[in-house]
Each structure stands twice: as structure tokens, then as C-alpha cells.
């Protein structure tokens, strides 16, 4: 079946970087976009940003410009995140979802159906 | 970035009925917007329920539906059941970025 699995939990210190993986399998990596979701403790979901496997072409919220990577292996059908700079505002549990639908540089049209089961990355001196 | 407000609780009794909406600092939810939902219980990942203003997924329950309603998007759930207690996100498309609502927390009772 259709799964995307997420790398384990992550501790870092201010100012450190993290990246976090998510592995597809069940389906072709390279046919969907995969979209980056995060959630703070007791908060609710924020958008961070879309990647196209196939191209490699990226789109980030702006809140993120300069801070996020979205990258790919092809070859193990796995999608990256990593964000730089963290502050403790960056603790949350991110998540990977499934795009059947498309993004571009000016829109996103998302049917997002299959999520990961999300990665707690806390930052803590 | 516009924000986007949803109702930030509700309550319905097992059974009722009840609409969530989410509405755009911009002015009116348009199709254009391709309005969605989610759902997320403690614990767990969101699950999406809704995409495009009103297209389920194949394990939407027939329960829930999305619509356009003066302005806003609406999900709305008749025939509440005790699992359907949970917390609701909309999300809207703009260009150059989707923007989530704050999310609606609904009680089942």
C-alpha cells in the first residue's frame, strides 16, 4: 500500500541545522509532489513548502525563504527537508504528505491524501 | 500573507448537525481558493476529508460535506458521531502559497 515513513526524532541546539527524511514506497516516487506540513505542540498546521520529485523544482512559504531545502534521492524514493537556523520556535512535528495534484511558482492545487506519521524535532539548548 | 479564521470551537450533539466555516482576511472564499479540509485527533497525523471546495476522498464519510456559503467555505457534518470528535482545518489556496486556518475544535456531545 501507499506509505510514506518518516525518519526518527530529532534533538538540536539553536542555530544548528536538521533534516529530515521521508521514504515513499507503494507507488512511483517521481509521479507526485510531496508537500512539507509542521505543527507546534498544542498549535495548528502550517504550510512550508512543495517539492516535484521528478524535476526537483521547489516552492517554499515565504515564512521559510532562505531557511528550507526540499531535495530528493530518486534512486531510494525519499524526499528531504532541511531546515536551517533553528530556533525554538522551529520545535514541532513535521510532516510529509502525498500531492496528487500540482504546485507551480505562482499556485498550488493540493489534493494531499497519504501523510507520514510525522518527525518531533525539538530545539533545545 | 492573508489569515485565514475558522470557528475556534463547536459543539454538536451525537446525531445533529453542524457547519464549520473558514473565511479570508482577503475578502470572499471562491472556488479559486480550492478550499480544504482536514481533520486531525490527538496523536495522530492530519487526515483530509475534503479538497477543491467539495470533493471527498474515497474514505470521506458520506457524513461530511464541503461547500461555498455566504462567503466562506463550509464543512459541513450531519449525523455527528462520537468519533467525529476531533479538530477541523481548513486550508486555502493563494498565489504563491496555501495558508491553513487556525482550526475549529469540535465536541461531540
Known amino acids: 500500500q501507499v506509505q510514506l515513513v518518516q525518519s526518527g526524532a530529532e534533538v538540536k541546539k539553536p542555530g544548528a541545522s536538521v533534516k529530515v527524511s521521508c521514504k515513499a514506497s507503494?507507488?512511483?516516487?517521481?509521479?507526485?509532489?510531496i508537500n512539507w506540513v509542521r505543527q507546534a505542540t498544542g498549535q495548528g498546521l502550517e504550510w512550508m513548502g512543495w517539492?516535484?520529485?521528478?524535476?526537483?523544482?521547489?516552492g517554499y512559504a515565504q515564512k521559510f525563504q532562505g531557511r528550507v531545502t526540499m531535495t530528493r534521492n530518486t534512486s531510494i524514493s525519499t524526499a528531504y527537508m532541511e531546515l536551517s537556523s533553528l530556533r525554538s520556535e522551529d520545535t514541532a512535528v513535521y510532516y510529509c504528505?502525498?500531492?496528487?495534484?500540482?504546485?507551480?511558482?505562482?499556485?498550488?492545487?493540493?489534493?494531499?491524501?497519504?501523510w507520514g506519521k510525522g518527525t518531533t524535532v525539538t530545539v533545545s539548548s | 500573507q492573508a489569515v485565514v479564521t475558522q470557528e475556534p470551537s463547536l459543539t454538536v450533539s451525537p446525531g445533529g448537525t453542524v457547519t464549520l466555516t473558514c473565511g479570508s482576511s482577503?475578502?470572499?472564499?471562491?472556488?479559486?481558493?480550492?478550499p480544504y479540509w482536514f481533520q486531525q485527533k490527538p496523536g495522530q497525523a492530519p487526515r483530509t476529508l475534503i479538497y477543491?471546495?467539495?470533493n471527498k476522498h474515497s474514505w470521506t464519510p458520506a457524513r461530511f460535506s464541503g461547500s461555498l456559503l455566504g462567503g466562506k467555505a463550509a464543512l459541513t457534518l450531519s449525523g455527528a458521531q462520537p468519533e467525529d470528535e476531533a479538530e477541523y482545518y481548513c486550508?486555502?489556496?493563494?498565489?504563491?502559497?496555501?495558508?491553513f486556518g487556525g482550526g475549529t475544535k469540535l465536541t461531540v456531545l
Open positions: 504528505a502525498r500531492n496528487l495534484g500540482y504546485c507551480s511558482s505562482t499556485s498550488c492545487y493540493l489534493i494531499m491524501d497519504v
Open positions: 507503494g507507488y512511483t516516487f517521481t509521479s507526485y509532489d
Open positions: 517539492m516535484n520529485p521528478n524535476s526537483g523544482n521547489t
Open positions: 482577503t475578502g470572499a472564499v471562491t472556488s479559486g481558493h480550492y
Open positions: 477543491d471546495t467539495s
Open positions: 486550508l486555502l489556496s493563494y498565489s504563491g502559497a496555501p495558508v
